[in-house]
């Protein structure tokens, strides 16, 4: 069966430094990835999308990578801020044209100051 | 983006009543969905709210449990019907763009006791 695989761990990384958060996926072939952010009690954020004909996106602070023969997308924060500790969910789709999404259970990110 | 807001923002409801949750949208929108996202699970979709016509489901959900009401571009209701503990969840209407973007309200946070 088609499935997401985030890191469930928490990841903690000092400020400044840059975050490194992975999705994986296994029995799927998405026409487009998302990555979101979602803060305790609120609604998903949307970030970045990259589709499956891009190797990498960037916005800001944010990089996206999307690896279809690795099956892997990993989501960069560069010179992490406290104010980026969050949840952070991939979601792919596999048709283009389709709202679908299968989302990942997400990775907490924490930056300490 | 657009700007989007839910009612009631939580509830605590009794095992066999039923609970309608509203999305309202500052603009008109064609595509609007409605996810559920289950205490540690990730979120998934349980039907598109389709304008001028019945909602369709995801596999698993159905229209007697969780009818769907989308009378204009900038509204739609979910009703979780017959509730038991098991539908404790949050509840997040979405809105999609046509370059495949995704905008979440801030959930509806669902206790059945």
């Excluded at chain 1, 069966?1 to 994986?24: D, F, H, Y």
């Excluded at chain 2, 598109?48 to 204009?72: C, L, M, W």
Aim: proline share 4%.
């Amino acid at each position: 069966s088609q499935k997401i695989e985030q890191n469930s761990e928490a990841l903690n990384i000092q400020e400044g430094k840059t975050a490194t958060l992975t999705c994986n996926y296994t029995n799927y072939s998405p026409a487009y990835l998302q990555w979101y952010r979602q803060d305790p009690g609120r609604g998903p954020v949307f970030l970045l999308l990259i589709r499956e004909n891009e190797k990498e996106k960037r916005k800001e602070r944010l990089k996206v990578t999307f690896d279809t023969t690795l099956k892997q997308s990993l989501f960069h924060i560069t010179a992490s801020q406290p104010a980026d500790s969050a949840t952070y969910l991939c979601a792919l789709a596999g048709t283009s044209g389709t709202y679908n999404y299968i989302f990942g259970t997400g990775t907490r990110l924490k930056v300490l100051a | 983006s657009a700007v989007i807001s839910q009612k009631p923002s939580r509830d605590i409801c009794q095992r066999g009543t039923s609970l309608t949750i509203q999305c309202q949208v500052d603009s008109q929108v064609t595509m609007m969905f409605w996810y559920r996202q289950q205490p540690g699970q990730s979120l998934t979709l349980i039907a598109t709210a389709n304008q001028g016509s019945e909602a369709t489901y995801e596999s698993g959900f159905v229209i007697d449990k969780f009818p769907i009401s989308r009378p204009n571009l900038t509204f739609s209701t979910l009703t979780v019907s017959n509730m038991s503990p098991e539908d404790s969840s949050i509840y997040l209407c979405s809105v999609g763009t046509t370059s495949y973007e995704q905008y979440f309200g801030p959930g509806t946070r669902l206790t059945v006791t």
